[in-house]
């Protein structure tokens, strides 16, 4: 019994040692280990010296140098990023891509946050569990701003924050409030975070208004996705000096193309006009088509305050109700802007095309222009539908030439995904009043097809410059191949709708991919499979490396058209400008960190945008709770199932214990639920009836009841 006794001790001793050395970074001797276990008497610290020695000679731990242990097997940690679900737990996503994710209890977090990079003790796996383990160390912080609303008590003050994957409210001290009420929403900055603590301690930073109103709402979300809210004085103050008007100097060097009809086509609300399109009927009976592009790069010089802060934000952010732009507004919507009836400076590709749009020549360089007209979409559309008004012989070939260009594009292989763009009516609050989808018609594919080409053959024609070791660095927009497995799952689900995805070669899947956005235009599951499609692609992302755009079929592809807005697109131009000089390559380390910024920040700020919409939605049906709506079901989680309604495009959730006629669960390759008892099943795809229990606008969440079908 006494041998048990001695055994079970020194298993739960060899088990304390171990989590103390799993946590240190470096050997340890028995006093440390004893001092790390609060024990202070001689002979507990012996019993941990003799656990020591003899867990080094069963190779459980090593004895690194003479009286210091370590643990025996470094394999057992891993470096990774947290992500953390919605109960409390989270998982380590490992640096390495061969790493399976480790399961982390909330318990073993240990003050860990959503995307915060740690280095992880892996236990060892028991049979039939998944990989479990610890944050023993939090190597980089992801952030430490945070958005929420204040509550201020007599003696402390803490702020509930809005982000769903920050669990934790965190403490301020009164003397930190800053000047912040009650209730306000703020930014609040992490300063300390004491281990023993339950909840991190920070400062007031940012007060950003009153909950609710609409301004507050949208600077919250851009400072949750950290995007500042003006430019730094320096930068607006080297904007502020660009002069507006173009001299006799700027034109040195540049084909002047202002006697040429050149216009814009944009958005009906849009100011910053970043591309023009010029126009001319040869004498050979070709057109030569110029897409000129607004020259940035002419007035934002390398490592100037103004290229610092492009480069910092990467791109420029769509809200619901605002641009932000990537420039001051100076160069964004004045000097850069290709407004009418002015001279302005551009990046120019220029093509000769015959009738079946066949390129005869190119040119790319450096331009002026003096656009005679700005069209808006709805304007251009118009000439197209009627045939009449200015510019029509220019814009009709033009539109025929385009129908071309887009009709090789999709026998070449690419993808047409025509997902549906909600837009709101806002009143002067900017409260939504009714919700619309956005229609895209053949002049805005005009343009994007005109676009398209500019950015693929600039992109060629770097890409074949030079081979191999004498390549030249350049900035291209990549898009992988689909993964086999997802779009599997993906061509059996669309099945269930009647629509096949033939997989013999990548031709034929974009072939019936188009076939499926084509048909299913216009119905009620259209926005579902469009969804579900555009996820079991790759993502597009920027790089240095000479790799194809699958979703465009497009051997070369690359970021040409809007300087304004991306800041790729700057260092194209860049680029492109020193290898027509004959300069040499440039550093490709530099142009791929670059690279992956922009890719991150494009990301970042498309959250953003998907969180304004959100937001616009949740408020919308503020006003609908109780009504009862047609929805299809959008997506399936273990905790519940995703329903867009059909009219408004809004989007919420039925959580899966407020289903009360069975116990469901997912079936997650068959994108589904199903009741344990009855095996009722919904189907991503199924139209429901549902009704609006609640929505949180703080949360931007919105809560449907399902109501059960006759």
Same mark, same amino acid.
Not at 263 to 280: G, H, L, M, R, V
Not at 325 to 339: D, F, I
């Given at each position: ?209 009153? $909950? ?377 380390? $530099? ?25 616009? $939605? ?57 009741? $344990? ?34």
């Amino acid at each position: 019994m006494a041998k048990n006794k001695s055994s079970h001790l020194t298993k739960v001793l060899t088990q304390l040692i171990s989590d103390v050395l799993t946590k240190s970074k470096e050997a340890l001797n028995y006093k440390q280990v004893s001092a790390k276990l609060n024990i202070t008497d001689a002979a507990s610290r012996e019993t941990i010296l003799e656990v020591l020695k003899d867990q080094a000679h069963k190779g459980t731990f090593i004895e690194a140098e003479k009286g210091k242990f370590r643990l025996k097997d470094l394999k057992t940690f891993i470096i990774g990023k947290v992500d953390i679900t919605t109960d409390g737990s989270g998982y380590v996503v490992p640096d390495d891509e061969f790493e399976k994710d480790i399961y982390i209890s909330a318990r073993k977090l240990h003050n860990a946050l959503h995307g915060d990079k740690v280095k992880v003790y892996i236990y060892a796996k028991k049979s039939g569990r998944k990989n479990e383990g610890e944050v023993v160390e939090i190597l980089e912080r992801a952030k430490t701003d945070f958005i929420g609303v204040i509550k201020i008590s007599e003696r402390f003050a803490f702020v509930a924050i809005d982000d769903r994957k920050m669990l934790h409210d965190i403490f301020v001290p009164l003397s930190d409030l800053n000047g912040a009420k009650n209730g306000q929403k703020v930014q609040v900055t992490i300063t300390d975070w004491p281990e023993e603590a339950k909840n991190p301690i920070g400062k007031i930073t940012h007060i950003l208004g009153e $909950q609710g109103e609409n301004d507050t709402e949208m600077n919250a979300i851009l400072a949750q996705y950290g995007f500042p809210l003006t430019f730094p004085p320096e930068v607006e103050k080297e904007a502020n000096a660009i002069p507006e008007q173009v001299t006799k100097a700027e034109l040195k060097g540049r084909k002047d193309f202002r006697a040429t009809t050149t216009f814009t086509i944009d958005p009906a609300d849009a100011k910053d006009f970043d591309d023009a399109i010029s126009f001319k009927k040869l004498e050979n009976g070709h057109y030569e088509v110029g897409v000129h592009i607004a020259d940035v790069s002419h007035y934002v010089i390398p490592n100037s305050a103004l290229d610092k802060e492009a480069y910092a934000r990467a791109t420029s952010v769509y809200l619901v109700d605002r641009v932000i732009p990537m420039l001051p507004e100076r160069l964004s919507n004045g000097v850069c802007s290709l407004r009418p009836h002015e001279d302005k400076l551009c990046f120019a590709a220029v093509f000769e095309l015959d009738d079946k749009a066949n390129i005869h020549n190119e040119w790319f360089g450096r331009t002026v222009i003096h656009s005679d007209r700005r069209f808006s979409y709805e304007e251009a559309q118009e000439v197209i539908e009627s045939k009449a008004g200015d510019f029509a012989e220019e814009i009709l070939k033009l539109n025929e030439l385009a129908y071309i260009l887009r009709d090789k594009k999709f026998k070449a292989g690419a993808i047409s995904f025509e997902s549906t763009e909600v837009k709101f009516k806002l009143d002067e609050t900017g409260k939504p009043i009714g919700v619309y989808v956005k229609e895209r018609k053949d002049a805005h594919k005009l343009i994007e097809d005109f676009m398209l080409l500019a950015n693929k053959k600039v992109a060629e024609f770097v890409a074949k410059k030079g081979k191999g070791k004498q390549k030249y660095t350049f900035v291209y927009r990549s898009h992988d191949s689909p993964n086999l497995e997802t779009l599997n799952n993906f061509a059996l689900f669309a099945s269930r709708f009647g629509y096949k995805i033939n997989m013999k070669s990548d031709k034929e899947i974009a072939k019936s991919l188009n076939f499926l956005m084509e048909d299913v235009e216009g119905k009620k599951e259209q926005n579902v499979l469009t969804q579900l499609a555009i996820r079991s692609m790759a993502k597009a992302v920027y790089t240095t490396k000479k790799t194809s755009h699958y979703g465009l079929a497009f051997d070369h592809y690359t970021h040409f058209t809007s300087p304004i807005r991306r800041y790729p697109d700057v260092m194209v131009h860049r680029l492109l400008a020193s290898y027509l000089n004959g300069e040499k390559s440039a550093n490709e380390e $530099q142009y791929e960190i670059a690279s992956s910024h922009s890719s991150a920040m494009e990301k970042r700020a498309a959250d953003a945008e998907r969180a304004s919409i959100k937001y616009k $939605q949740v408020e919308y049906l503020e006003e609908n709770i109780g009504n009862i709506f047609t929805g299809i079901i959008s997506g399936v989680t273990e905790w519940g199932m995703y329903v867009e309604l059909i009219d408004n495009k809004c989007e919420g959730m039925i959580r899966l214990r407020d289903i009360a006629d069975d116990f469901y669960v997912l079936d997650e390759k068959n994108y589904c639920i199903i009741g $344990q008892r009855k095996k009722k099943k919904y189907q991503l795809g199924d139209e429901v009836q549902v009704k609006v229990k609640k929505v949180d606008l703080s949360k931007r969440q919105i809560d449907f009841t399902l109501l059960q079908n006759p």
